[in-house]
């Protein structure tokens, strides 16, 4: 699905941020990513879906076999490549539907595919925004305008279901997820996941992981990949910090 190799990147000051990250994930896999602040891991999910803050001076993106570093994050989008808060604009006057309808119907046609018929989208918006506990007027809501950060949380694992990529790249910035947060991000994902794709979950958030059983966890720290485990690494860097793994 995704192999990372000797990624670098900087930002446009000529900082280097990522240096050298190596990274395979395959098909079925949940990976989290922790790490200290500052580490790198917003800018890796930014630059693996290609946010142009960034350069990539060295390394590849390999996206189910083709090397996207050159694509635009929408080529990567319409490929199957999802990062939540990819869409965080406020649009007064369009709806959390008729926003997702466009979205869903453009990646269709960036794919060759004609607009899904109104009646399997109806249906398709009926199954997941169920599954999500989400109301019929919060569909019809001005997308972002006034959401609370549980709104934001909802309609975002929202958008994911409904585009159904296949890498979903979620970044839990240390906003502060509330417990109802975790809980719309775990269940959205768990409902998401299957053999045919992937998550990438990068969170400061062990109990996160309570919710959500990764396959793989990995320590990112001064731009690289440091350690790499199971769920077990999560409780003991909850128990340990980062610290020990530091020199
Ligand atoms: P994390 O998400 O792990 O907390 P970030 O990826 O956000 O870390 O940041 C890593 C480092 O890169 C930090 O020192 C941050 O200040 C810097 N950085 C990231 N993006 C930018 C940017 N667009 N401009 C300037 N500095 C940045
Ligand atoms: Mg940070
Ligand atoms: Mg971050």
């Given at each position: 699905?995704l192999?990372?190799?000797?990624?670098h990147?900087?930002i446009?000051?000529?900082?280097e941020?990522?240096?050298?990250?190596?990274?395979q994930?395959?098909?079925?896999?949940?990976h989290a990513i922790?790490?200290?602040?500052?580490a790198?891991k917003s800018?890796l999910?930014s630059?693996?879906?290609g946010?142009?803050?960034?350069?990539?001076?060295?390394g590849?993106i390999?996206f189910r076999?083709e090397?996207?570093?050159?694509?635009?994050?929408?080529?990567?989008?319409h490929?199957?490549?999802?990062?939540s808060?990819q869409?965080p604009?406020e649009?007064p006057?369009?709806s959390?539907?008729n926003?997702i309808?466009?979205?869903?119907?453009?990646?269709?046609k960036a794919?060759g595919l004609?607009?899904m018929?109104?009646?399997?989208?109806l249906a398709?918006?009926?199954e997941n925004?169920?599954k999500?506990g989400?109301k019929?007027?919060?569909?019809?809501?001005?997308?972002n305008?006034?959401?609370s950060?549980g709104e934001?949380?909802?309609?975002?694992?929202f958008?994911m279901m409904?585009?159904n990529?296949k890498?979903a790249?979620?970044?839990e910035?240390d906003?502060g997820?509330?417990?109802?947060?975790?809980?719309?991000?775990?269940?959205?994902?768990?409902?998401?996941?299957?053999e045919?794709?992937a998550?990438?979950?990068?969170?400061h958030?062990?109990?996160l992981?309570?919710y959500?059983?990764?396959?793989?966890?990995h320590?990112?720290?001064g731009g690289?990949i440091?350690?790499?485990?199971?769920k077990?690494?999560a409780l003991?860097?909850e128990e340990?910090?980062?610290?020990?793994l530091?020199?």
């Amino acid at each position: 699905m995704l192999a990372i190799n000797n990624l670098h990147a900087q930002i446009e000051d000529g900082v280097e941020i990522l240096k050298g990250i190596n990274l395979q994930i395959n098909p079925g896999e949940v990976h989290a990513i922790m790490g200290p602040n500052g580490a790198g891991k917003s800018t890796l999910s930014s630059v693996i879906a290609g946010k142009e803050d960034y350069e990539v001076t060295e390394g590849e993106i390999l996206f189910r076999g083709e090397n996207i570093v050159e694509d635009a994050p929408e080529e990567r989008a319409h490929k199957g490549v999802f990062m939540s808060f990819q869409y965080p604009v406020e649009i007064p006057g369009v709806s959390v539907t008729n926003f997702i309808k466009a979205a869903l119907n453009e990646t269709r046609k960036a794919n060759g595919l004609e607009d899904m018929p109104a009646k399997e989208m109806l249906a398709l918006i009926r199954e997941n925004s169920e599954k999500l506990g989400i109301k019929r007027d919060f569909l019809s809501r001005s997308l972002n305008e006034g959401f609370s950060g549980g709104e934001k949380k909802r309609n975002e694992i929202f958008q994911m279901m409904m585009l159904n990529p296949k890498l979903a790249i979620l970044d839990e910035t240390d906003s502060g997820l509330d417990i109802d947060a975790l809980r719309i991000v775990a269940d959205g994902v768990n409902s998401f996941r299957n053999e045919n794709n992937a998550v990438l979950l990068i969170t400061h958030y062990q109990r996160l992981l309570d919710y959500i059983q990764p396959d793989f966890v990995h320590v990112l720290a001064g731009g690289k990949i440091i350690k790499t485990g199971d769920k077990n690494l999560a409780l003991e860097l909850e128990e340990r910090g980062y610290d020990w793994l530091l020199n």
